[in-house]
């Protein structure tokens, strides 16, 4: 997992808390690593709640379903996909998802942002993590290609008639957004 931080416990409260809140029963995921968010997801479900959580790394998707499981939850609750995002998302279903949360490969934050409003049902929640990004998004001199992104992410998010949403200083940074 090198290079790769898993979210905060600060995090992990709230995307309980959003997924209790809110009934979740489907939730959708980009960066899975060791599970801590599946697990957090998972503490705020209801037990039909079902988890759709993609990566690209192999490994991290075995350490997090014996993560899951050892926690507790069923196989069958979960459905972990071995694939990059910009190939899985586009094969999701429409409008099926309460929450989708973005916490993968920043360079293509933009592309996922647009492919979870396809997804969201109407009052569904987009969450995405590090948009804050070491506090260098807001930061007018900071010009990295990942700050770059992630500003033009959340300009999409912002600017979007179709979303109402608030950035949350936990972490790196939550924005959470309510489609309309
Ligand atoms: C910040 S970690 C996710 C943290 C995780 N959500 C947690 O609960 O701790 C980012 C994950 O995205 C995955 N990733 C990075 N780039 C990717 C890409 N282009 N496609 C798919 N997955 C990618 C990495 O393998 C890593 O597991």
Redesign the pocket.
Known sequence: ?A?????STG??AILTVLAATTGAKAVV????????????FFDGMGKDGILT?????AE??LA?RRFLTAAGHPSSRFRLIA????EVLPKLRDGAYDIV?I??????YVEYVAGALRLLRHGGLLIV??VLWNNTVADPSAEGDETIIIREALEAVTQSESYTQSLLPVGNGLLVAVKH
């Open positions: 997992m290079g790769h931080v898993p979210i995090v992990s995921e980009v960066g899975t690593l060791m599970g801590a968010s599946a697990l957090a959580s993609i990566d690209a790394d991290h998707q997090a694939g990059t995002p910009l949360f916490n993968g490969d920043k360079l293509e993590h590090d």
